[in-house]
């Protein structure tokens, strides 16, 4: 039987986890937040490249994990 490689960054995600991907642009990013099992926990939204922009994903980064 074949064994077959597990990155070790994948098998440390476990049902805690927190998954944040930024679509990383000028001006805007987009961004999705996912469980371990990379269904959407929100729908993806856009953030300004801005310093108010980090702050709202912040924001919405602590209300996922209170939910």
């Given at each position: 039987m074949e064994q077959?490689?597990?990155?070790?960054k994948v098998s440390r995600i476990s049902?805690?986890?927190l998954i944040v991907g930024i679509d990383v642009a000028k001006r805007n990013h987009w961004v999705r937040m996912?469980?371990?099992?990379?269904?959407d926990l929100?729908?993806?939204f856009k953030i300004n490249n801005?310093?108010?922009?980090?702050?709202?994903?912040?924001e919405?980064?602590?209300?996922?994990?209170?939910?």
């Open positions: 077959k490689y597990v990155n070790p049902q805690d986890t996912t469980d371990y099992r990379g269904i929100i729908s993806p801005t310093i108010d922009g980090i702050k709202m994903l912040e919405k980064i602590r209300i996922i994990k209170q939910k």
